[in-house]
């Protein structure tokens, strides 16, 4: 097919989207395919709206012959993402082979922000690792760190896996870490298997709006860079 498929990441800072352009909102945390010898676009498909939780594309998408229900075979290009879902596309349209439904979500408080009134599910491929939390899913070593758990649980705002980060604190799971995020997907196509990586990192989100005396310090914050997952300014 003389095709090169790109995962694609996304622009600007990871939770705030308010200064993204219209290339950005067509082409972040998508799947492009452009042709190997012109260079010029085929398709693009998108995973996320908007990314306000830093799930871009970080893996190699795979390419298999996929199974269908009529029990032929299609070309398809198979990609994880860091919120647990599998997108099954046709390598030559970059149209779905499974059925992905776009869900309506909520948004935050953060003042000029772009949000997306809904965002893909792909709901006919497995959930690895995404399902929506509840109190009695915190986990303790003995019944008090449990309880502190939940506590803390109770204490975020969470609505699911697309909670948008806002100006209090929020949960988002299974986080940017999550899912098969760097992993990719290992098929073995005798038997029909596919390989995942499974990552879970809840994170909890607070965005916090600069003063006139956060502008005067330097990017950094005075840490070196790639410190982590710290607290450090990003401008």
């Known amino acids: ?16 989207g308010a200064n993204r352009q219209p290339l950005d909102h067509k082409y972040n945390t998508s799947v492009l395919a452009l042709d190997a010898t012109t260079g010029k676009e085929k398709w693009v498909y998108q995973t996320v709206h908007n990314d306000l939780w830093d799930f871009d594309l970080p893996m190699q998408p795979s390419l298999v012959d996929f199974p269908m229900k009529d029990g032929s075979t299609k070309p398809a290009v198979v990609i ?13 349209t970059g149209k779905p082979l499974t059925k992905v439904i776009e869900q309506e979500v909520k948004t935050a408080d953060i003042p000029g922000e772009q949000y997306s009134k809904t965002q893909p ?5 497995p ?8 109190e009695s899913d915190m986990w303790g070593a003995t019944p008090f760190d449990q309880l502190m758990c939940r506590i803390s649980f109770k204490s975020m705002r969470y609505e699911g896996l697309y909670t948008a980060p806002g100006t209090d604190v929020s949960l988002s799971f ?38 006139p005396e956060d502008l005067a310090v330097q990017a950094n914050g005075g840490e070196k860079v790639n410190t982590g997952m710290g607290a450090v300014p990003m401008k």
Not at 3 to 16: A, H, I, K, Q, R
């Open 121 to 125: 599910r792909s709901v006919e491929m």
């Open 127 to 134: 959930q690895i690792g995404n399902q929506t939390l509840t």
């Open 80 to 92: 994880g993402t860091k919120s647990g879902q599998f997108y099954v596309l046709d390598r030559v």
């Open 174 to 211: 299974p986080g940017s870490l999550g899912g098969m995020n760097w992993g990719s997907i290992a098929f073995d196509p005798s038997h029909r298997y596919m390989f995942v990586n499974d990552m879970r990192l809840g994170l909890w989100i607070q965005l916090i709006k600069q003063t």
């Open 1 to 16: 097919m003389n095709t090169v498929f790109l995962p694609m990441g996304s622009s600007s800072v990871d939770l705030w």
